[in-house]
């Protein structure tokens, strides 16, 4: 389990710079950059030290992050300014647990017991009521419709990717060629970088296009269109990528990449979907956002469930 807390932790910090990245240069621009430092990062270590692209796994993994990295953080980063933050990470981090766990259970045969699907299902709870919307709160825009498609394809992207993760663990385990968190991060990586080179590369040719036809080049939707009153400096927004590279692709998938070649899916996703609530206290110590009643009360319930699922899978036999 001590992976799967650790990706929380990291995957929370990493939310928190990316959301500073995406305000100074665009959501498109600051993934592409995020996947590359990433990709530099983790290949200098894997080739050092590490398998490379070796193993039996690649395939699998490569796939895997054509849809969790690829796929599933373009579509992200599409769904956030249409829906909103608290509904795009519902959707993301509290779908994608019972997604993942039929997957699973569907095409590798995993199962889990009544006790663990009814701590899972409270663990889900608590997290609906800390970060579910208002009513009221979002408003139902031309392109709300669009933003719930866009939310729904990235919470696939995610739980099927770490599905394929967990087969390739299962390959490379049987072939006596297991794979440490880093080299899997990075096998995983390329696939993601391919979609974000893709993405960033029409988004530069279209501005291109409209820089030659006279007018001025678009900006991402997720790019806020009224001025800063103090824009950051270029050296605390390249320590913004530089912090949220490390955080999310690099250490956090790699004990994302642990966890899951050591638990199954249905039981890692739930702790990682405690992600919106581990931001909290985060966002408050560096954001000055204020903590409701809801989302102590909802941490409560979702904290109570992750507890007893860890109980329950290390601390005895499951029912």
């Known amino acids: 389990m001590l992976p799967a807390f650790l990706t929380t932790v990291l995957f929370s910090l990493s939310a928190l710079f990316a959301q500073r990245t ?13 996947m590359m430092l990433a990709t530099l990062f983790l290949g200098l270590w894997s080739h050092s030290f590490g398998a490379g692209f070796q193993g039996p796994a690649l395939p699998w993994l490569f796939v895997s992050g054509i849809l969790g990295f690829g796929i599933g953080d373009v579509a ?17 981090h509290c779908l994608a647990t019972p997604t993942a766990a039929v997957t699973e259970y569907v095409w590798l045969g995993s199962t889990l017991s009544l006790s663990q699907m009814v701590c899972i299902a409270i663990s889900l ?6 970060v579910a919307p208002v009513p009221g709160s979002t408003p139902r825009s ?5 933003g719930i498609f866009f939310g729904l394809l990235a ?27 880093i080299d899997a991060a990075y096998q995983r990586a390329w696939g993601g970088v391919l979609i974000s080179l893709g993405v960033f590369s029409i988004y530069q040719w279209q501005r291109r296009r409209e820089a ?24 605390r927004v390249r320590w913004w990528v530089l912090a949220n590279t490390l955080a999310g692709p690099v250490i956090g998938v790699s004990c994302y990449q642990w966890a899951l070649a050591s638990e199954r899916t249905g039981v890692v996703l739930p702790i990682v979907a405690l992600t919106p609530l581990v931001i909290i206290p985060f966002a408050h110590w ?8 809801r989302e102590v009360i909802g941490g409560i319930i979702a904290v109570g469930g992750v507890a007893a699922l860890t109980r329950i899978t290390h601390g005895g036999s499951p029912s």
């Open 286 to 293: 560096l954001e000055g956002e204020r903590t409701t009643a």
């Open 125 to 130: 709870l608590g997290v609906a009521v800390a």
């Open 155 to 181: 919470m696939l992207g995610q739980s099927f990717g770490a599905v394929l993760s967990r087969k390739a663990s299962q390959v490379a385990s049987l072939a006596g060629h297991p794979l440490n968190g």
């Open 142 to 146: 031309s392109s709300y419709g669009l």
């Open 212 to 235: 030659a036809a006279g007018g001025s080049p678009s900006q991402p939707s997720n790019v806020p269109t009224e001025a800063s009153a103090s824009p950051p400096s270029a050296s």
């Open 76 to 92: 992200m980063f599409q769904a956030l300014p249409r829906i909103g933050s608290r509904l795009c990470i519902l959707l993301v």
């Open 22 to 34: 995406a305000r100074a240069l665009g959501g498109i621009t600051a993934n592409f950059w995020r």
